[in-house]
């Protein structure tokens, strides 16, 4: 059987080496003189590893579940060749599992005075910033038997913004919103309807609408409508305790909130109205004021990127003061937190008259459609026990909520799926009966 590479080599020289390699470079154990003074050609000819030059450009951003390409410039100044082995590491949630190691090794030659770049690609499965960690450089030579090795810092990050799925509602909620300005110039006068226009009374219209000096101008009665006004404020709470951190499916009830936050943005920018963002547990862990409808987007999901769930109880009453002093003229506060009896009896219920007193409170809170599924489920003992467990928490759900509503506060609790369209719906019913 013919001997090819390294074996052949090995094999040309005399014999088979009996000794080991020592990777610290101490030397060189118990082997005969011809391999050694091939290794020591072949490691002399190998282009040295740390004066080469490293430096990065590329993606600084990209939406959770889509791909960021990192590009590295290696330089090589020396008057060798190089040809080398990469490893360009990141943090594991990089990429998906399993895909590390066919993405972030790279295989390249560098000519003598030369450069080349290799791309390194990014599929981060988590939210945040992702920070380059160390490259590291196998130098091989002409023989390919010994390696010059080192490791560089090529400092780069990349932000993971949130994915923003509910997007694809957006077109149909700022249909009916057209059809909130258009159409529905209502008849009688709410907290946040402003006058639109005089038109013909017809049979049905509430006669307190009726125009008296318009109509004594004309030959008809007139009446007044009134269109939902504009530029009103919305302050996005969310509360990232220990509550925000409880999975449902794949990720925490945080990202859920997120998604629908936006959504809710979105429409409400393009409603004309002025949306800001705070997050708060037991302190301010992001807040987003006075940004124009066209900065707000890109705004928002850079300040939610690198928002986590804190294991702590949330300071309700921090948070309602701080929510006050974030919207000091009447607004609508849309808190997003749990429904879960205890944290709500103990902490929000007690402060809530603060807020309902002087705004428009509305509550959004992720419901787990695992719960839904066991309370339907049948057929054996421990589906039984499943669907009465499941029974429970969700009557303690309803009677939660039913207690907000009877502050005068809006709920809406839904899960991930339905959660962004529900809550786009709840601000457009607010909306169209001038709660805003």
Request: proline share 7%.
């Amino acid at each position: 059987m013919a001997l090819t590479g390294r074996a052949a080599l090995i094999a040309a020289l005399g014999s088979v080496p009996i000794g080991i390699w020592d990777p610290s470079w101490t030397g060189i154990l118990a082997v005969n003189a011809p391999l050694a003074a091939a290794c020591a050609c072949d490691f002399a000819l190998a282009a040295p590893v740390r004066r080469l030059g490293l430096t990065r450009s590329g993606d600084t951003s990209a939406r959770l579940g889509e791909t960021a390409d990192v590009t590295l410039t290696v330089t090589n100044p020396s008057g060798r060749p190089l040809r080398a082995r990469l490893r360009d590491a990141w943090p594991p949630s990089s990429w998906r599992p399993g895909t590390e190691t066919a993405a972030s090794r790279h295989s390249l030659t560098v000519p003598a005075g030369e450069r080349r770049r290799v791309t390194t690609r990014l599929r981060p499965t988590r939210r945040g910033d992702r920070h380059a960690d160390r490259v590291t450089i196998r130098s091989y030579g002409p023989l390919g038997l010994l390696t010059r090795q080192g490791t560089h810092r090529v400092p780069w990050t990349v932000r993971v913004l949130p994915p923003f799925t509910s997007r694809k509602h957006l077109p149909s909620k700022l249909s009916r919103l057209r059809e909130l300005d258009g159409r529905t110039s209502v008849l009688t006068r709410g907290e946040g309807t402003e006058f639109d226009s005089l038109r013909e009374y017809v049979p049905g219209d509430d006669t307190r609408s009726i125009d008296w000096r318009a109509t004594a101008r004309h030959s008809t009665v007139a009446v007044r409508t009134w269109r939902p006004e504009r530029d009103r404020h919305i302050l996005l709470v969310l509360d990232t305790g220990r509550t925000s951190a409880g999975r449902v499916g794949d990720a925490p009830r945080l990202d859920a909130a997120l998604d629908a936050a936006l959504l809710l943005a979105a429409l409400a920018s393009r409603a004309g109205d002025r949306v800001d963002l705070l997050a708060y547990d037991r302190r301010v862990r992001a807040l987003l004021q006075g940004r124009t409808a066209g900065d707000l987007l890109p705004a928002l999901v850079n300040a939610m990127a690198t928002l986590e769930p804190e294991l702590v109880e949330t300071d309700a009453r921090g948070l309602t003061a701080t929510a006050l002093r974030s919207a000091p003229r009447r607004s609508l506060i849309v808190l997003f937190t749990t429904l879960d009896a205890a944290p709500v009896e103990e902490g929000l219920l007690p402060v809530l008259p603060q807020l309902t007193q002087r705004h428009t409170v509305l509550v959004a809170s992720v419901a787990d459609p695992h719960v839904a599924r066991m309370a339907e489920a049948r057929g054996h003992t421990d589906a039984v026990y499943e669907a009465a467990a499941a029974a429970q928490a969700q009557s303690e759900r309803h009677h939660v909520a039913e207690r907000l509503r009877r502050h005068g506060v809006t709920v809406v609790d839904a899960t991930p799926d339905e959660l962004p369209p529900a809550l786009a719906d709840a601000y457009l019913e607010l909306k169209a009966a001038g709660r805003l």
